[in-house]
């Protein structure tokens, strides 16, 4: 079965904050996504990788920064958190670019004071 | 720009009824279309994935259908106990197949 884990289940942080959420897939997969999820917007892509030091902006890249220096690992960096940035951040993978099954970890609820 | 309606919103039914979730897509040209189910607070899990030539994939009680030309799927579950109790959602891959279209989800609540 594949594995994605996340660094945090709860994370609680102040404004203005260098805040970095890791995500880790065990099955060798290209694509790593992370998406954030709000009550009434639903999921919304950040960003994503398709291969090592490789990334793409999202819908919503604003405010976040992304790492890939190994395939397994995919990080989300917020530079300065801000209140607004307060929700559930999601990571998946999916063996194949195109339209793979995605694979999603636990997810890491992040609250910014 | 791919978007993906899940109606309805929120469900209520009691245990032991076959229900129906629909989602429905506006760019017919899908390479896939996969269905989820999301715990209050938590991940993701994967339930079925269709393929888009195929019309319907099983798994134990849950059915899915994919209708490509009319931009259109359904979750069946049948006989329905109170721990499918979720929101469930649908989600089809981007016009650069690189990452995927969610719905907004179908909250479920199966009463015993």
């Known amino acids: 079965d594949v594995k994605v884990t996340q660094s945090s289940r709860y994370l609680v942080k102040r404004t203005g904050e260098k805040v970095f959420l890791e995500c880790v897939q065990d099955m060798d997969h290209e694509n790593m996504f992370w998406y954030r999820q709000d009550p009434g917007l639903g999921l919304r892509l950040i960003y994503f990788?398709?291969?090592?030091?490789?990334?793409e902006k999202g819908d919503i890249p604003e405010g976040y920064s992304v790492s890939r220096e190994k395939k397994e690992r995919f990080s989300l960096i917020l530079e300065s958190a801000s209140t607004n940035q307060t929700s559930m951040y999601l990571c998946?993978?999916?063996?194949?670019?195109?339209?793979?099954?995605?694979?999603f970890g636990p997810g890491t609820r992040l609250t910014v004071t | 720009k791919q978007e993906v309606t899940q109606i309805p919103a929120a469900l209520s039914v009691p245990e032991g009824e076959n229900l129906v979730l629909n989602c429905s897509f506006t760019?017919?040209?899908?390479?896939?279309l996969q269905w989820f189910r999301q715990d209050p607070g938590k991940g993701l899990t994967s339930l079925l994935l269709?393929?888009?030539?195929?019309r319907e994939q099983t798994s134990g009680r849950l059915n899915a259908s994919l209708d490509k030309s009319s931009g259109r799927s359904t979750l069946y579950i049948a006989a329905s106990q109170p721990g499918d109790s979720a929101t469930y959602l649908c989600?089809?891959?981007?016009?650069?197949?690189?990452?995927?279209?969610f719905g907004a989800g179908t909250r479920l609540t199966v009463k015993p």
């Open positions: 990788s398709y291969d090592v030091k490789m990334k």
């Open positions: 998946a993978s999916s063996l194949r670019a195109l339209g793979g099954e995605q694979y």
């Open positions: 269709i393929q888009s030539s195929q």
């Open positions: 760019d017919s040209a899908i390479y896939n």
């Open positions: 989600a089809v891959p981007s016009f650069n197949n690189n990452d995927m279209r």
